[in-house]
């Protein structure tokens, strides 16, 4: 039996995210598909629109028969370290034997060349980095401008475009993991992720919560029906039930002012603690928190050519889960993920889980209430940082009866029968 492992958020599943997946299982010629997907917040450094129990239920109902949670501390950090957990929880397995993800370059070779670099760290490319890290650029700009210098005379890189970025990390992990996984690509189609403006059949995640925003704020009170020909009809139906039970949508302005109350009480010395939080960015951080009054007017203020509003938004909501850089060194430092904690099956995925149970080399989460007092404490603490995550996301919600406590530990594991 072929295995492909797909790494996802779909926040919320769309055409783009479908059309990935059944030519990636048409790629891999996979007969089962496991999905390692955001938990409630995502790479962007936000909420996701619904919970990842609704989000699950979208993948199992598009293709999908296994879906797994991408811890906290990686679903919530950059690009290297989200691909890392992803493919670590992929490895872990011990079944995947094909991994696929969207690029706009659409060759692999291409990318994997790239990674290895990335790998090696030739002195050159290194030194290049530092130059252009000295200029005051982003980490991520100052990366592709020193490949690019390195590369100059072997042959021109790709572009480092959002997906193509991602692409090269799971590449990289692969690598640094020694695994046996073979990784595929196939070409982005639509627009860019990050594109406003709907675009038909096929648009963007972002373009997709945007719309959805703007429409709830005009149409009061709800529910009402949400009408899109970029959404699948399960996700349309997933979506409109959980707004309708005032479960969604969660956007990153239902935090403000949790923020901004975390943030004058905190100290900078307290900032400092925080992940990616370096070279005096605790006191720009600190100092805009007083002279601000919403999340969009703080994220502007904070954000420059270096410190980009992604990783800002990072780490304001990390503020939230209390998560220190020592905790993060601490998990990478002992091998990232510490367990692979299941959100939904169907039968296929009932399949996937017996395989798993012989070959998984991390502990495979069923009932997460199992766990609490796990003998492994970085098992435990990842777990706690997962529950007060959720604890915190519910907040986000419009109905008062969903925001109890505890629901980490209560919720059920969505179970497909097809």
Not at 147 to 153: F, M, N, P, Q, V
Not at 232 to 241: F, H, N, V, Y
């Amino acid at each position: 039996m072929k295995v492909l492992g797909l790494i996802v958020e779909y926040n919320p599943f769309h055409n783009g995210h479908l059309y990935h997946l059944q030519e990636s299982k048409k790629l891999s010629g996979a007969d089962c598909v496991i999905c390692v997907m955001s938990g409630n917040f995502i790479q962007r450094g936000e909420p996701s629109i619904v919970n990842k129990w609704a989000r699950a239920r979208m993948a199992l109902c598009s293709g999908a028969d296994l879906v797994i949670e991408l811890p906290f501390p990686y679903a919530m950090s950059s690009a290297e370290y989200f691909a890392f957990g992803a493919v670590k929880i992929l490895d872990s397995l011990g079944i995947v034997n094909y991994v696929c993800f969207g690029s706009e370059h659409g060759s692999i070779d291409d990318l994997k060349d790239i990674a290895q670099v990335f790998v090696d760290e030739p002195h050159e490319y290194r030194s290049a980095l530092q130059n252009e890290l000295n200029k005051g650029l982003s980490f991520p700009a100052a990366r592709e401008n020193a490949l690019t210098r390195y590369l100059s005379c072997k042959k021109s890189p790709v572009s480092f475009s959002s997906n193509n970025i991602l692409g090269i990390e799971y590449l990289k992990a692969l690598i640094k993991l020694k695994s046996d996984i073979t990784p595929l690509t196939i070409a982005r189609v639509g627009n860019t992720y990050n594109q406003e403006q709907l675009s038909g059949e096929i648009s963007s995640a972002t373009a997709i919560r945007k719309h959805i925003d703007r429409e709830i704020k005009e149409i009061k009170p709800l529910p009402f029906s949400l009408q899109l020909p970029a959404i699948p009809q399960e996700s349309s139906a997933i979506l409109e039930e959980e707004f309708k039970s005032g479960r969604g949508p969660v956007f990153s302005y239902h935090f403000e002012l949790l923020i901004l109350s975390m943030l004058r009480k905190m100290k900078a010395s307290d900032l400092k603690q925080l992940p990616f939080v370096s070279e005096g960015l605790e006191n720009r951080i600190k100092e805009a928190s007083g002279n601000t009054g919403s999340l969009n007017e703080l994220l502007e203020s904070i954000s420059t050519k270096r410190y980009t509003r992604t990783r800002i938004q990072r780490i304001l909501f990390n503020t939230l889960t209390g998560m220190t850089q020592k905790l993060f060194d601490d998990f990478n430092n002992n091998g990232g993920p510490q367990y692979i904690r299941v959100l939904g099956f169907n039968q296929k995925g009932r399949t996937l889980l017996s395989l798993m149970s012989k070959s998984a080399c991390l502990p495979v989460i069923i009932k997460a209430a199992d766990f609490k007092n796990s003998c492994n404490p970085l098992l435990g603490k990842m777990l706690e940082l997962e529950a007060l995550a959720t604890d915190l996301y519910v907040l986000g919600y419009s109905n008062p009866q969903y925001r109890k406590a505890g629901q980490e530990f209560t919720q059920n594991l969505v179970i497909e029968k097809y």
